[in-house]
């Protein structure tokens, strides 16, 4: 990870893969942490990483719960690519996201 980034949030899916959100980036490890890759193309340039992350219990998708543009942002495929879930924003100007939990039957 790059020295001097902050981490604000982080996931670990059952694949042992880690997300972690900082400021400035989104970005997830394959390999236990020793690196870790960007996976914020496809999001608007004006996107923070301040807001949790969430993973499904199997891997496969993931949400960003971003509060510089109010949105969350849903991958079916790891990272790869964003899908904007909100139809409108669903928070004020000013709230933040803090917590997040993810329930499965």
């Known amino acids: 990870?790059?020295?001097?980034?902050?981490?604000?949030?982080?996931a670990i899916d059952a694949a042992s893969r880690i997300y972690v959100g900082?400021?400035?980036?989104?970005?997830?490890?394959?390999?236990?942490?020793?690196?870790f890759t960007s996976i914020k193309?496809?999001?608007?340039?004006t996107t923070?990483?301040?807001?949790?992350?969430?993973?499904?219990?199997?891997g496969v998708t993931v949400w960003l719960f971003n509060n510089s543009d109010n949105k969350v942002?849903?991958?079916a495929n790891q990272g790869s690519t964003w899908?904007?879930?909100s139809t409108s924003p669903t928070v004020t100007y000013?709230?933040?996201?803090?917590?997040?939990?993810?329930a499965s039957a």
């Open 22 to 35: 900082s400021g400035s980036d989104i970005r997830i490890s394959t390999n236990g942490g020793t690196s």
């Open 48 to 58: 923070s990483f301040y807001g949790p992350i969430a993973v499904s219990p199997d």
């Open 83 to 85: 899908t904007n879930t």
């Open 94 to 102: 000013g709230s933040q996201v803090r917590n997040v939990v993810f």
């Open 1 to 10: 990870f790059p020295a001097g980034e902050t981490i604000y949030s982080m």
């Open 73 to 75: 942002y849903k991958s």
């Open 41 to 45: 193309a496809g999001l608007s340039p």
